[in-house]
């Protein structure tokens, strides 16, 4: 109890507006991800469908084996402004806490969004990481890294956090057979770029939609507390809010934010 009121008593009131929105989602995602079905045979280490009944034993000879290449984790994450780098914090310290082997691969076409996830990720202590491997890569850099590591096989899980049909065909490509997509981001009109039967022979389960906020709100509270090193600041590297300023700049903020040079502006009503 002290060491949480200590940690309370440290939180910046600025960070506390991630809660509306971009902290809830990126755990959200991260749990979506991590808590699948078909993630299971990975993190309890019996095949499918036997990992989801612990109390089921089987006949000496009659159970699948898993090697040890069977059991590494491999997500990629697909976006990475402020909520996919939510994602990747929640994900990280998710398994940080688990005995699981993982590959994280965090993905985005602009260099400005992944240097700053490369600088996040440097920020985190130990702690907050696990043993695992973090990489952060271009789409065609991903695409080959996931295939050289897997054998071709691909990512257990994909979370896409764009919002567009190009992110979800990349998802697509990259997931394994009998993988998981799960999608946060917001999408529009465009008809999806892949058809159920895709979806069907593939065997790729397809999870999408809104975040509810509410109900992750204790859970992401406690990554804002915990993670105060990269939340809690404001314009610096690791820093997921950029700026704190007055309304006049509104107009060049969406500008910035829209082309990817700046993260998360708080406009201030007092500036």
Not at 134 to 156: E, H, P
């Amino acid at each position: 109890m002290q060491e949480r009121d200590k940690a309370l008593t440290g939180l910046a009131d600025v960070s506390l507006l991630l809660l509306a929105d971009i902290l809830p989602t990126g755990v959200f995602a991260a749990l979506q991800a991590l808590n699948h079905p078909k993630v299971q045979p990975l993190l309890v280490g019996r095949p499918w469908p036997l990992c989801l009944f612990p109390e089921i034993s089987v006949a000496g000879g009659n159970e699948v084996g898993l090697t040890a290449e069977d059991l590494t984790l491999t997500f990629a994450i697909i976006g990475l402004g402020p909520v996919g780098i939510c994602t990747a914090v929640s994900l990280l310290d998710a398994l940080s806490t688990r005995k699981a082997a993982f590959r994280i691969v965090a993905i985005d076409l602009l260099e400005s969004r992944r240097e700053k996830m490369k600088v996040v990720y440097d920020a985190i202590d130990a702690s907050g990481k696990g043993a695992g491997e973090f990489v952060v890569l271009s789409a065609d850099d991903a695409k080959a890294y996931v295939n050289r590591m897997t054998g071709g096989i691909g990512c257990t899980a994909v979370i896409e956090v764009v919002g567009h049909t190009d992110a979800l065909a990349s998802a697509y490509d990259l997931v394994r057979a009998f993988g998981a997509i799960v999608s946060v981001g917001v999408h529009g009109a465009p008809p999806m770029p892949f058809t159920g039967r895709q979806l069907y022979n593939k065997n790729v389960s397809f999870d999408f939609g809104r975040c509810p906020a509410r109900a992750m709100f204790p859970a992401a509270f406690d990554l804002l507390v915990k993670r105060q090193d990269v939340f809690g600041t404001v314009g610096q590297p690791a820093s997921l809010i950029d700026r704190v300023v007055s309304f006049d700049k509104a107009a060049e903020s969406y500008r910035a934010f829209d082309k990817g040079e700046i993260g998360k502006v708080i406009f201030s009503p007092w500036d």
